[in-house]
């Protein structure tokens, strides 16, 4: 590890760390505006250079080019280096416009930082300053070409590290621009980075912009709970309204950056104009009410469902977007009370599936995000990890560009933004690929495996045996059995119900084939982890609960963050059952249907407004500090009330947790409403939790709550005896339900800001299905399920797998139709219209 | 709408190509001969040709000066701005030839005949000041030589003339 001396002060640093990095571990922060560490180092602004004094290097030189070496002394301060940053300042300054009042950067800018701190005060220049027109980049990035002082980084961000190829730099000279080549909407849905990236104010957030300062801003350290993955963030509020969500580094989980969904995704916590109303006043039978007569009303109300048909006769039902606190607080309530649930799950195939995923992760295969990039060879199965987890589909490319073949078996017609070879399969084929696959890249070992992989081998091989392999295949298994740090990602929507320890048994299989294999796992939601671990044993989900609703056992439902009716399958079902009840409670902070329907209702706090943990698909444990108190927020929201009170208007909302807690009532009388704190029943229901202090008590990246060592899942004989004997009728269509970015979650349907770039649903089909049945690409169909029909434009390729529909649970249209899960249907229940 | 025929010879051109992206230029040029210049439609349909975005391919399009991305006179008059030129007076021969098609730099005279721009080191510096019609390369240039080679371009529609 090299030593060296930077401004009088030793440093010893790993090697290839680069000097303007060394100098930033003292504290020393050179100013820079190309190089920046996720992007690597170009030498092309000149801002950062430093003068060498002693070592192998002499002289002035630029800092993000050249590495730490022993025996290296480094100034930054010396004359001579402080004169050539300031005349670089001055030079990049030469052209950029002198208007800080009206740019939405000032303020957070790393231009008038560096201009400040190089020193130059007095523009020198006379002569006339370059201009350029505008482009429109869509809903979210605001271009502002004449402060560009051609860094390179959006277009290294945008094309080399996220892999679009719709922005990049024009012209050449004083002429350089970065843009498109047409007006349009940027088609990276990473394209929010280049707000955070752009050392100046070329791109802004459009969502934001001339609504705040920087120095105005209310900020937090927060999570993204949008999917599984747990990114981390900077959320920032101003007068009881999030105004903008920013990246925040986590080294293992997110990097640098968020996807767009992660980024812009808040506007749902916003009430008021310009958002769908975010239901902010308590309300009994739909009538708004105080807080106090809402919770004291449902408490009784229970209280007596209670009384009359045992306490049994009340459920409740949590969902993957609680906080790992409601979900803790379900739970103890459930237990104490003797409630029915908590559910989280909306049908046992979800249930079995994130539970085997969460049981099939062990603390040795388990990689993070960061691992993912590393990976040398990278097996996706049953997973489409742009739509359901976006910052995933990131992590791959980074292991791509290191020329890690990527491979992809899946159903869908899968994209990623790298080079990656896809094996269309329904989801009964997927792990027949994958263990044809690994299985040929360690079979030569195989002998010396020992006992506990036995049975697995022999069951690959027979498999192997039985059917021919795709072409490209046997290539690809080679391919494999020379790399040293396979990955697998394995997603656990579309597929069947082993999969997910199918695909833990391979990753074992591959570590016993000597190999550094690592798995990572998508889940549906943030809280889906949470929910697995404290599901217990009786196997019971949503889907339970409506046919206990409907056989009259449950009399009451009491919902925290959760909207069956976004989810379940069978709206006419759901909502005859949901009839039956006596009494529906519900909290949350969408205004979604259950919420509508509910007899009384409590409003719940946000992400940005409450703390929350949330474990992600990993098993990490992080935490979302509250940014504000949240209300109604004052721009974009109404006229503040004219009666005087001492309340935040709109400020009438509780952490899920503690209104469940308040409207559960308290029968052990010790602990009064008052009495209870998430850092003494989260450890009750979790043991895990012993000692680990909520917020900031927490470990920065996050302790892993996973098992020391899982072993063989050995739940593959299920697979194959299910994949045998195969559907009823093998001429129907198999209708798989997915997630896309935008425009399939409860966020997007209550976030205008998502709903900007969400494109309109389409059902693909593979091109022979479509042939065969007299469809074109572009055809609009309708399909007609046991509970009616609804209308969708197809989209024909053929690398959508034969023999299902891959239809997105887009909130546009209504497609809970579904008798049952996965649903089926025959060709001639598809008409073009 | 590039013509089929066209279509025909650039999809050749680039299936003899080891990486198709490696003909990008010689696909613009090929489009330039027939059409004068790279119009948004020729430059959407040559980078589909091509496997790029039209992005990508105007970020090349637009870093070389021989390619145009607005229309061109049917002779482009490129005049030598870099030293040895400059040195020798290119100033002059930019205002000459200016104030004789009544043009300033970059722009097409009436007639649609003639457009003037600059043009970097074309290493005829033993023979500053020089400039470029088109593929042809003029030195030592003087208001009478300009004189001659203009009237020549003028009257011939099909020039081929030499220095
Ligand atoms: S637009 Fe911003 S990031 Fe891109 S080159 Fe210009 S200053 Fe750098
Ligand atoms: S990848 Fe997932 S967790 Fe990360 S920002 Fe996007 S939606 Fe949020
Ligand atoms: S940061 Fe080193 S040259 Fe730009």
Redesign the interface.
Known sequence: MPRLIIDEREIEVPEGTKVIDAAQRLGIVIPRFCYHEALGSVGACRMCAVKFLQGPFKGVQMSCMIDARDGMVVSTTDEEAVLFRKRVIELLMMNHPLDCPVCDEGGQCLLQDETVSGGHGRRRFRGPKRTYRDQYLGPYIKHEMNRCIHCYRCARFYQEFAGYRDLGPLRIGDRMYFGRFSDGSLESPFSGNLVDICPTGVYTDTTARFKLRRWELERSPSLCNQCSLGCNTAANAHHRGVMRVEARFNSEVNGYFLCDAGRFGFSYSNGGTGHRERPLSPRIAGAPASAHAALTAAREALDNIAAKYGPRAIAAAGSHRNSFESQCMLDLICRTRDWRGPVFFWGPEDRRKTLSAVEGLDGEIAVSMREIEKADFVIVVGADPLNEAPMGALALRQAARKNAPVVTIDPRPIFLPCGFEHFPAAPEKIERYLGMLVWKAVEKDAARFGKDAEEFCRYLAAECESCEPPAAMARLSQLLASCSRPAIICGTDVTLQTTPAFAADCVRLLRLAGKQAGLFFLLPGAGSFGSALLSGTDDKTFADLVEDIEAGRVRALVVGESDPFHHYPDRARLESAMSKLELLVAIDYFPSETVRRASFFYPSSTIFETGSTYINQEGRVQFAHPVHCGGVPIRGGEHPPRVYSDLVPGGDHLPAWKALWQIAGTPDKDAGPGGISPEKFIPAALPAFDGLKAGHGYPVDGPRLLTAKAGFQGKWERASADARTGPENPEAFELLMVEWMFGTSEFSAWSDSLDAAAAAPHMSMNSKDAARIGLCDGDTVSVELDGGAFEIVVSVSDRTAEGVLVIPRHHSFEWRKMKDSPARVSAEKIRKI | MLPDELKFKLREMIAGAESPREKAIDVMFAIQELQGWMS?EA??EAAELLG?????L??LA??YDYIYRSPVGRYVIKVCDSTVCWLQGHQRVIDYISSRLSIPMGGTSADGLFTLLPVCCIGYCDRAPAMVVNNRVFGNLTPEKIDRVLTQLAEKADFSGSE
């Open positions: 948004d430059m959407v790029m975005t039209p992005l990508e105007e970020e637009t870093f």
